[in-house]
C-alpha cells in the first residue's frame, strides 16, 4: 500500500471540504448535499469555494437551475468517491469483524428458492453474524442504503463492483404433469401453445419458442397475468395454471419430487447470470468475505 510522507499530507485540503465536494458530485446539487450532511447550503458552498481555492480552479460550473463538473472536477470526484468507500470499508471491519448482521440485498425467488434451502450452514458456521434479506429487483445504491452485499441478475457489468458468478440464469418451460395430461401429454414444443402461458409477454419466451422452430407471433398479444417473479409463476405451474418458464438450477427440488415436469432438454441463454455484488473497497470487510466465501463454496458443491 502506498504511504503519505509528512508533506504529501500538509498539503491535503481539509477533509470537511473533500466530503462536502464529494456529496456535491454525486447529487449535482448544493441544496440536498448540505441536507445530507446536515448543514446550510452557505456552510457548503464556502466548503466547495475553500477546496476550489486550494486546487487553483473550479470544480463546478454554476448554471441556472443546474450545476456540473468540470474537467478538473470529474477527474477528482471518482478518486474521492473511492477513498471515502475504502474509509467506510475500513471502519467497518475495525467496528465489527465478522459479526454484527449482514444485509444482503437479492432477488426474491434467489431467496426462497436457493438461499433459503442453504443458508443454515452459513448461520452454523458464523453464529455471531445474523443475515437480514432484503428482496427487491431494484439494484441498489451502496453508498446511500444500509446494504453489504447483493445478489443480481444480468450481463455482470457493473463499474466499480466486485462480481463472481453464483448460477447461469437460462430459461426453459415447465409444468404440471396434471397440466400436460389434460392434453393427452406434450409431445413437441408446439404443443405448449395449447395450454394457458403464464407472462406470455416474456421475452424469454419469444427465445425459447424461436430457438425450438415454433412460431409463436400471436404469443404477446394473449392475455395473462405478470407475477414479477420466477417463485410466482413457479407456484401458479404447480397449481396447474399455466406454463412457466423458468431458471432450471432454482427449481431442481420442484422437478425432482415431480410436482414440475421441463419436458423438452431444450434451454434458453440469453448471457445472463446471477453474480453476487459488492463494492470493490469492501472486499476485505470480514463479514462480507465470510459470506462470499461460504457461498461460492455452496455453489461449487452443487
Not at 410436482?259 to 432438454?265: E, H, S, Y
Request: with cysteine; glycine share 8%; proline share 6%.
Amino acid at each position: 500500500m502506498p504511504e503519505l510522507n509528512p508533506r504529501q499530507l500538509s498539503q491535503l485540503p481539509p477533509l470537511a471540504a473533500i466530503r462536502v465536494f464529494e456529496a456535491v458530485a454525486r447529487h449535482l446539487s448544493f441544496t440536498k448535499a448540505a441536507e445530507e450532511l446536515g448543514m446550510t447550503q452557505a456552510a457548503a458552498s464556502y466548503q466547495i469555494k475553500l477546496l476550489e481555492e486550494r486546487v487553483g480552479g473550479p470544480l463546478f460550473l454554476r448554471r441556472p437551475k443546474q450545476i456540473v463538473l468540470t474537467e478538473a472536477g470529474q477527474r477528482m470526484a471518482p478518486a474521492v468517491s473511492e477513498a471515502f468507500a475504502l474509509l467506510s470499508g475500513a471502519y467497518a471491519a475495525a467496528r465489527t469483524g465478522a459479526d454484527g448482521v449482514l444485509c444482503v440485498s437479492t432477488l426474491l425467488t434467489f431467496a426462497s428458492n436457493w438461499l433459503a434451502q442453504h443458508l443454515g450452514s452459513f448461520q452454523l458456521a458464523h453464529p455471531s453474524l445474523a443475515v437480514r434479506l432484503d428482496t427487491s429487483n431494484r439494484l441498489v445504491d451502496f453508498a446511500r442504503e444500509d446494504i453489504d452485499i447483493a445478489i443480481r441478475s444480468g450481463g455482470g457489468n457493473w463499474p466499480g463492483m466486485e462480481v463472481h458468478k453464483l448460477l447461469d440464469a437460462d430459461f426453459t418451460p415447465m409444468l404440471s404433469p396434471k397440466l400436460a395430461a389434460s392434453i393427452g401429454g406434450v409431445k413437441e414444443p408446439a404443443d405448449l401453445l395449447r395450454l394457458p402461458i403464464l407472462d406470455p409477454s416474456d421475452i424469454w419466451w419469444r427465445d425459447w419458442f424461436a430457438a425450438a422452430g415454433v412460431q409463436s407471433h400471436d404469443l404477446a398479444a394473449r392475455p395473462g397475468s405478470s407475477m414479477g417473479a420466477q417463485a410466482y409463476e413457479a407456484n401458479a405451474a404447480i397449481a396447474g395454471q399455466g406454463v412457466a418458464i423458468l431458471t432450471r438450477a432454482l427449481f431442481k427440488t420442484e422437478l425432482a419430487d415431480g410436482r414440475l415436469i421441463q419436458p423438452f432438454d431444450l434451454v434458453g441463454d440469453d448471457g445472463h447470470a446471477y453474480w453476487l455484488v459488492y463494492p470493490e473497497a469492501r472486499r476485505n470487510v470480514p463479514k462480507i468475505r465470510a459470506f462470499r466465501d461460504w457461498v461460492l463454496a455452496e455453489i461449487a458443491c452443487q
